[in-house]
């Protein structure tokens, strides 16, 4: 099972631009689906992206599609999350998850639904306006 560390949160400015990061240990990175989901305060974690295990196949929710971009690097072991044209309620805590189910799991994932494989600590992205 792989453990996953996010890092890049931090705080800007409505119309700027943050990466997200996301290492994860073990040798079996390329076999999981990797997926970010955020929490706003006061509500429940959502989902945001998706990717497969290639890297051939995402998933955007529509409340980021356009301005967010999800890539991983398999030989780095790592997923990343460029976000441009942050929004205020773009505000949040940022986790990501991987799950060897893959792509399907993860976008069809929510608080009732089965347990993903892996979560990260979370990374808190604050947008100003």
């Known amino acids: 099972q792989v453990q996953l560390v996010e890092s890049g949160g931090g705080l800007v400015q409505a119309g700027g631009s943050l990466r997200l990061s996301c290492a994860a240990s073990g040798r079996t990175f390329s076999t999981y689906g990797m997926g970010w989901f955020r929490q706003a305060p006061g509500k429940e974690r959502e989902f945001v992206v998706a990717?497969?295990?290639?890297?051939?196949?995402?998933y955007y929710a529509d409340s980021v599609k356009g301005r967010f971009t999800i890539s991983r690097d398999n030989a780095k072991n790592t997923v990343y999350l460029q976000m441009n044209s942050l929004k205020p309620e773009d505000t949040a805590v940022y986790y990501c998850a991987a799950d060897k189910r893959g792509i399907g799991t993860l976008k069809g994932w929510g608080p009732s639904t089965n347990a993903l494989d892996a979560w990260g600590q979370g990374t808190l992205v604050t947008v100003s306006s």
């Open positions: 990717i497969n295990w290639s890297g051939g196949t995402t």
